[in-house]
């Protein structure tokens, strides 16, 4: 596959600079250098052969800011990087917010950050900042927002129109799950349009890296994903390893793959009742933080915190797992199985239930590229990607494991997947405690001081959403020079206004809460 | 928004009823109904602390009101951005008096681990929206935590506390 | 005693009956919305593996009284742009009606305010004012939610009122009578449960429609509408709201208890305990559906009205008429 798309790309396209990279150091397959003539149809040649666009994103290098593009395919590995290098004066890239939809928000985004114009965006306004910003905060010297923006900054107003009636959904409100705004241009009760406003929760985590050691930014990533928090964390450690070259014994890949999948269990556990909670059941609410108070105790007792875990440290981990830690978690899988049977009997076969969720908020399979969203929402669709599978992480390739799918794509097919996937996590764990191996925990020679050689490293785990990736640029200090975070939630909420179009507000709703949205990590 | 914040200006009423106050004030104390206003990771320890473990409900606080108007009391779970905070002075502004602030967590103390040099969006403690009652460290705070919270506020309110406290050794 | 006697004879006795009658009904109203509130935290707590209120009294039974007493020392909000009369009427409007049924209702043989020969038509006429609060509110509170909250109210309460009406007309037809302690007195042998389970069924469906409890509790749907018509109501206004709800749902329960389940009658036990037995395990059931079902969706809601109940009823209705006839 790589060798075939670096033939077909020296083949079709001119005027580009494309070279294979070592993926075992890197995170990507190839290296594409464009220049702003060619970039359209670089990108128009990937969504061609189904790529979809990862991630956008920008580094400023003082003398130039270069714009990142990654892709991959849904069917076979392939990951490539397209960069195209803009002036830092007054920075105008081509857009291609017209090839894949993902990239209207990710051009908004760096334009918020970086002030790069994108020619022939339909609507560059601002999405994360508040109103008093006056400079582009990521760039690395300070950049005052120029006269345009300024005017931009203040400019989301829904349209004035007769007969319109708009409802702001958010920030303040119970279905929402923390602070997203989306403003719903309403007929009655059917959604005209639905707009999402972001940035209400934006911590600036990715600043926070450039400011701090790698070692000072551990216990950040549990805070962008507090319901996943080790998944995350693991992101970050993983990226940081593979870029310094770091080997993790064993048995610490084991007891990471465990406890990350304990952590999937309580985040779909936490989703279950929050989704249930929309519907307008609020007893599984409570049945399932039940059962999450059981994983919170067993992680707990490795991990030292219930939430917001910082457990993995490069080369390993923060302590091991002791016999009380297995008793515990064997203990609770078996509870876990009888539970299970429970909620089927509860939640899914409750004729409401069905009745709600059946057939609604169908996303087609073939939408998927466009969107680039990942996770349990593509895998409703029929989609087996998953990056455990894919690009194995930890001792992911050591354990059999399915990959459960859906057919329609509709809320009912998320539900089931997520419910399918609890219960493949629980013989993830069960097979990951047999196998167990004994030995160090920690690698040995990992300097208190990590100072990364230079270079970047793009580094995916699936997250309880999707496809979580780091994308770092090290510049030979003990600091990141850039810390880029792909966050599946961006990406699949960037679906809900297609999605909720010429629906009823309570489908909306319902659909809404089907996609898991983590707030913070939409906003980082 | 200035620097010290704004405060509402709250008069003393002309005649008090000692004997009424003291019954309100025991009324209120035993029904803090909390907003349903989650901002960020503390957010996720405040619903543990409304469920079966926990069971905030016991001390009459269980009832969580998603609308600003019939809540006493508002948990300030999480951080707070410049872009939220407009809108939670909004909120604030909306629920009918007598109401309580509780800030929860290192963030909406005083903007936790987000406040550092160079940064642009983070309210640095949600006292310089609005009025604090009670500060709950951690990040995030044990449900625990929140529950001894609850406890701080009845006490101020009330003047009594519910529970006699454990003597510390250490 | 012969002046008391001479009041009494200006006023007439009626009068005096209907005064001592209104104060038991108030009585009676403030208490259940007592219990009624308490019980719902405790039930919902106890099916939620967890304990509810506790510490507040013993078993937490003066919770309520906290709650009301927290409530009637609240601020009273008016916000800008609201529809100041309406505003304030609604919360009163939404009040009248709940207690008007009181009054027809048989608690025993002999405890009924006033025996109507047109009872059920008194209930059923005065229990759809309440909508008009709830639009009143809705609309005068000059809030997105309140209003579609008021709208959706309006449509689902016109859809469930006729079965409630046709699921009521059997039993009306096999007692030959409107007024409601002829219905308990006809019941003497077997309750008309028995002779009539669709309607008993559909009764409660509507009731509970009526009510606007979950499953149908639209018009307040949190996760949709925040808190429905009664978003911006603070303090006692609020409470006045929740009192209603709290009545209503006895209401509706009072009175499947009277048509369906024999009303007061019943073995060793006084007819009031009966009464109050019957009607409280109806409330309990709607409480239980409460917290175990999701909500259903607004069309779904009026599809199953129009396209079920109705046709349902009318078919039960038909044939409990003809089957009479023969």
Redesign the interface.
């Known amino acids: 596959m790589v060798k075939k798309t670096l033939e077909d790309i020296k083949n079709t396209l001119q005027d580009v600079d494309a070279s294979e990279i070592s993926y075992a150091e890197r995170g990507y397959h190839l290296a594409i250098e464009a220049q702003k003539g060619s970039l359209v149809s670089v990108v128009e040649f990937f969504a061609d052969k189904g790529f979809y666009l990862a991630d956008l994103c920008c580094v400023d290098y003082v003398e130039y800011l270069e714009l990142v593009y990654l892709f991959n395919n849904f069917k076979e590995l392939c990951r490539a990087k397209v960069t195209l290098k803009v002036e830092p004066d007054k920075p105008v890239a081509p857009t291609i917010s017209h090839i894949y939809t993902m990239a209207h928000w990710y051009e908004r985004e760096i334009h918020e950050f970086f002030g790069v114009y994108f020619e022939g965006h339909q609507k560059l306004t601002y999405l994360f900042l508040h109103n008093g910003i006056d400079c582009y905060p990521l760039r690395k010297n300070r950049v005052p927002v120029t006269d345009d923006d300024k005017k931009l900054l203040d400019s989301f107003k829904p349209e004035e129109e007769e007969d319109a009636?708009?409802?702001n959904l958010g920030p303040q409100?119970?279905?929402t799950h923390g602070v997203l705004r989306v403003v719903l241009k309403m007929d009655?009760?059917y959604i005209l349009s639905a707009e999402p406003v972001l940035g209400y929760l934006h911590r600036m985590h990715e600043k926070m890296a450039e400011n701090r050691s790698y070692q000072q930014f551990l216990p950040n990533p549990a805070r962008m994903d507090y319901p996943g928090a080790l998944l995350f964390n693991l992101a970050h450690v993983a990226a940081v390893e593979k870029l310094c070259g770091i080997e993790v014994p064993e048995r610490a890949q084991y007891i990471r793959t465990i406890t990350c999948e304990l952590n999937r269990i309580s985040s779909h556990l936490l989703w279950i009742g929050a989704f249930?909670?929309?519907?307008?059941?609020?007893?599984p609410f409570?049945?399932a933080f039940?059962d999450r108070e059981n994983i919170l105790d067993i992680l707990e007792s490795a991990t030292g915190s219930r939430l917001t875990y910082c457990y993995f440290r490069f080369g390993g981990l923060y302590n091991d797992i002791d016999d009380n830690f297995i008793d515990m978690t064997k203990k609770f899988i078996k509870r876990m199985h009888e539970r299970l049977g429970m909620y089927e009997k509860l939640i899914t076969k409750?004729v409401?239930?069905i009745?709600?969720v059946r057939g609604i908020g169908i996303l087609e399979q073939s939408e998927v590229p466009k969107y680039g969203c990942s996770g349990p929402i593509i895998r409703s669709t029929g989609m087996p990607f998953d990056i455990r599978k894919v690009e194995p992480y930890a001792a992911y390739d050591k354990i059999d494991f399915e990959i459960p799918t859906g057919k329609t794509g509709d809320n009912m097919d998320r539900y089931m997947v997520r419910m399918k996937e609890m219960e493949i996590s629980l013989n993830i764990v069960e097979k990951a405690i047999e196998k167990l191996p004994s030995g160090p925990f920690n690698a040995e020679k990992v300097p208190k001081k990590l100072k990364p050689p230079k270079g970047d490293v793009y580094h995916a785990v699936e997250s309880t959403r999707g496809e979580t990736g780091v994308y770092i640029v090290s510049d030979e200090s003990d600091k990141p020079y850039r810390m880029r975070w792909r966050v599946p939630s961006f990406s699949n909420l960037m679906t809900f206004p297609a999605l909720a179009q010429r629906t009823?507000?309570?489908?909306a709703?319902a659909t809404m809460g089907s996609f898991d949205l983590v707030i913070p990590e939409i906003d980082r | 928004m200035g620097k010290g914040g704004f405060y509402l200006e709250t008069k003393d009423p002309i005649i008090k009823f000692a004997v009424v106050e003291k019954?309100?004030n025991?009324?209120?104390a035993?029904?803090l109904w909390p907003m349903t206003f989650g901002l960020a990771c503390c957010a996720i320890e405040m619903m543990s602390t409304a469920?079966?473990?926990f069971?905030i409900?016991?001390?009459?606080a269980?009832?969580f009101?998603?609308?600003p108007?019939?809540s006493?009391l508002m948990i300030v779970s999480g951080t707070v951005t410049k872009k939220m905070a407009p809108t939670l002075v909004t909120l604030y502004e909306?629920m009918?008096?007598?109401k309580w602030v509780i800030a929860m967590g290192n963030c909406a103390i005083s903007g936790g681990p987000f406040a550092f040099e160079g940064q642009y969006n983070v309210v640095e403690g949600v006292d310089l929206l609005v009025p604090v009652d009670v500060y709950i460290p951690g990040c995030p705070p044990r449900p625990e935590g929140l529950l001894e919270g609850l406890m701080k506020l009845e006490e101020k309110i009330t003047g009594t506390r519910?529970f006699p406290t454990v003597e510390q050794k250490w | 005693m012969n002046e008391l006697n001479n009041i009494m004879s200006i006023i007439g006795k009626e009068t005096v009956r209907a005064i001592i009658g209104l104060i038991g009904v108030l009585v009676l109203v403030v208490i259940n919305a007592l219990i009624l509130t308490w019980a719902e935290?405790k039930v919902?707590?106890h099916?939620?593996?967890?304990?509810?209120?506790?510490?507040?009294g013993p078993f937490?039974l003066?919770?309520p009284?906290?709650?009301s007493?927290?409530l009637?020392?609240?601020?009273?909000?008016t916000p800008a742009n609201v529809e100041r009369s309406l505003f304030y009427l609604a919360p009163t409007l939404i009040f009248i009606p709940v207690l008007v049924s009181f009054v027809v209702i048989p608690f025993d043989s002999y405890l009924q305010v006033k025996d109507m020969n047109v009872g059920i038509l008194v209930i059923l006429a005065f229990s759809s004012l309440s909508v008009l609060s709830i639009l009143i509110a809705g609309w005068g509170s000059n809030n997105?939610?309140s209003l579609?909250g008021a709208?959706?109210s309006v449509a689902q309460n016109i859809a469930y009122e006729i079965p409630l009406l046709l699921s009521l007309l059997p039993v009306i037809i096999i007692a030959h009578s409107l007024s409601l302690k002829d219905i308990v007195e006809a019941q003497n042998g077997l309750w008309f449960v028995v002779y009539q389970p669709f309607a008993f069924l559909i009764f409660f469906i509507a009731s509970v429609a009526e009510t606007n409890r979950?499953?149908f509790?639209l018009p307040e749907?949190?996760?949709?509408l925040?808190?429905g018509f009664?978003?911006?109501?603070?303090?006692m206004r609020?409470a006045l709201f929740f009192l209603a709800e709290y009545t209503n749902i006895f209401i509706v329960s009072a009175i499947a208890a009277t048509f369906f389940l024999g009303g007061y009658q019943g073995p060793i036990l006084p007819g009031i305990v009966w009464f109050f037995i019957k009607t409280y395990f109806l409330v309990f059931v709607i409480l239980w559906m409460r917290?175990?079902?999701?909500?259903?969706?607004?069309?779904?809601l009026l599809n199953f009205s129009w396209k079920v109940l109705i046709p349902t009823s009318l078919v039960n209705l038909i044939i409990t008429a003809g089957i009479l006839k023969l």
């Open positions: 009636f708009f409802i409100h119970p279905s009655g009760e249930l909670g929309d519907l307008g059941g609020l007893t409570l049945y039940d409750n409401i239930f009745n709600r009823l507000l309570a489908d709703i | 019954i309100l025991l009324a209120r035993n029904s469920m079966a473990r069971d409900d016991r001390f009459g269980g009832i009101r998603a609308s108007r019939q006493d909306q009918p008096s007598p519910r | 935290r919902a707590g099916m939620q593996r967890r304990i509810a209120a506790k510490e507040v937490g003066i919770q009284i906290a709650d007493l927290k009637l020392g609240k601020e009273l909000i997105k939610y579609i709208i959706r979950t499953p509790d749907a949190e996760s949709e925040v808190a009664h978003t911006e109501y603070t303090g609020f917290w175990t079902f999701p909500r259903v969706r607004f069309d779904q």
